[in-house]
T-cell receptor, first 111, second 112 residues
Framework: EDKVVQSPLSLVVHEGDTVTLNCSYE??????LLWYKQEKKAPTFLFML????IEKKSGRLSSILDKKELFSILNITATQTGDSAIYLC???????????FGQGTELSVKP | EADIYQTPRYLVIGTGKKITLECSQT?????MYWYQQDPGMELHLIHY???????EKGDLSSESTVSRIRTEHFPLTLESARPSHTSQYLC???????????FGSGTQLSVL
């Protein structure tokens, strides 16, 4: 059965800290891995990763995929209170392109 | 800017009522999805559609039904709501099968 596991489930840091969120997966016929940020209700797209070893970067956020070890990390540097959210990892398989979501990591950034 | 809308945002109803959760998108996306999410839990796919007149059940068993008569509209219906249906329902659409989804703001359903 396809599975996505995120760790840690929750994390509390102070502003300015750097955090690393983990996502491991077991998926047949992997197509892509995506990261979303969920504040309050609707998840918003952060990154889509399809190739190993190529870092995607957007401001203070970056992410990388390791298809051999079946995991991805999301890094956030110089965290701000506005980074507080649930970060979701999802994997797409080739069977109809459905997303399989992990439980999410709830990040809380304290002033 | 994603243009996908869900109504209502919040709904509190009694057991046994029939309800329809609305979802519309103006982006012309073929693929649309309904996810169910309980607090602290992962999103579970309950229905999806790859185009007009195409609907499929997702990975999580659900007593709800969907229809896709128009590209832009993907409503979800519960014929007889029960307290176990209390959850957040998120609608999403995508232009491709690569997985980048655009989500609506969700409907928080409470069945008393």
């Amino acid at each position: 059965e396809d599975k996505v596991v995120q760790s840690p489930l929750s994390l509390v840091v102070h502003e300015g800290d750097t955090v690393t969120l983990n996502c491991s997966y077991e998926v047949t016929n992997f197509r892509s891995l995506l990261w979303y940020k969920q504040e309050k209700k609707a998840p918003t797209f952060l990154f889509m990763l399809t190739s190993s070893g190529i870092e995607k970067k957007s401001g203070r956020l970056s992410s990388i995929l390791d298809k051999k070890e079946l995991f991805s990390i999301l890094n956030i540097t110089a965290t701000q209170t506005g980074d507080s959210a649930i970060y979701l990892c999802a994997v797409v398989n080739n069977q109809g392109g459905k997303l399989i979501f992990g439980q999410g990591t709830e990040l809380s950034v304290k002033p | 800017e994603a243009d996908i809308y869900q109504t209502p945002r919040y709904l509190v109803i009694g057991t046994g009522k029939k309800i329809t959760l609305e979802c519309s998108q103006t982006m012309g996306h073929d693929k649309m999805y309904w996810y169910q999410q309980d607090p602290g839990m992962e999103l579970h796919l309950i229905h999806y559609s790859y185009g007009v007149n195409s609907t499929e059940k997702g990975d999580l068993s659900s007593e709800s039904t969907v229809s896709r008569i128009r590209t832009e509209h993907f409503p979800l219906t519960l014929e007889s709501a029960r307290p176990s249906h209390t959850s957040q329902y998120l609608c999403a659409s995508s232009p491709t099968a690569q997985g980048k989804l655009f989500f609506g703001s969700g409907t928080q359903l409470s069945v008393l």
